[in-house]
Structure formats: C-alpha cells, structure tokens
C-alpha cells in the first residue's frame, strides 16, 4: 500500500530553522515534491526533487532559505527550513508523482501525505 508520512513539524521563533521529512513505502518516486498550505489559502508549491537529487526547483518565496534533499535509496525526502518567516506558516505536504518530470503543479502529483503543521512566531 502506497504511504507518504511526514513527520518534523513544529513551533519556532522567526529566524529559526526545522527539517521536515518524508518517508515513501510502497514504491519509489521519481519527482517528489512538497507544497504547504496556510489558513484561507490555495495549496502551493514549495519545492521539488528528482530520483537523483541532483535537479530541484524552488518556489522564489523559499529560494535560498530551504533546501530539499532525498536519501535512503530515494525512499525518504528532507526539507531544511532556514531562516523561517512568519509568513512561512502553514501545513506542509509530502507529495510524489509518478511522471518523470518535475512541475509545480499540484494536480499533476498523484500521492499526498496527511500534512505536517509549521508554525513561526513573530
């Protein structure tokens, strides 16, 4: 059974920093992705990753603050979290795609995890 759970979720002060992670079982994604979705607003793009690790895309809000990354034979996705922003505040999704190209569309990734909550303090 397809599963993605996410897991690293928390409180921090702004300028603080947190790792999200994402751990995928029943099979392997070529692209992963996570998008986050703060109260009252549409689910958006944050970042993506290919098999390799070595092709990721930003959202220009995150660029330069958050640096995705995959490991354990691709089974298992990162998301380091610097600098963190109030405005960084939301759920934050685990996605993959069985396609081979990245996008930052959310339709086109085909499974979700439940969500992990990050709250930044001002």
């Known amino acids: 059974q397809m599963q993605l759970v996410e897991s690293g979720g928390g409180l921090v002060q702004a300028g603080g920093s947190l790792r999200l992670s994402c751990a995928a079982s029943?099979?392997?994604?070529?692209?992963m992705g996570w998008f986050r979705q703060a109260p009252g607003k549409e689910r958006e793009f944050v970042a993506s990753?290919?098999?390799?690790?070595?092709?990721?895309d930003y959202a220009d809000s995150v660029k330069g603050r958050f640096t995705i990354s995959r490991g354990n034979g691709g089974n298992t996705m990162y998301l380091q979290m610097n600098s963190l922003k109030p405005e960084d505040t939301a759920v934050y999704f685990c996605?993959?795609?069985?396609?081979?190209?990245?996008?930052?569309?959310?339709?086109?990734?085909?499974?979700w995890g439940q969500g992990t909550q990050v709250t930044v303090s001002s």
């Open positions: 996605t993959g795609r069985t396609g081979l190209h990245q996008t930052r569309v959310a339709g086109s990734y085909d499974y």
């Open positions: 029943g099979r392997t994604f070529y692209v």
């Open positions: 990753v290919d098999w390799s690790g070595g092709g990721t």
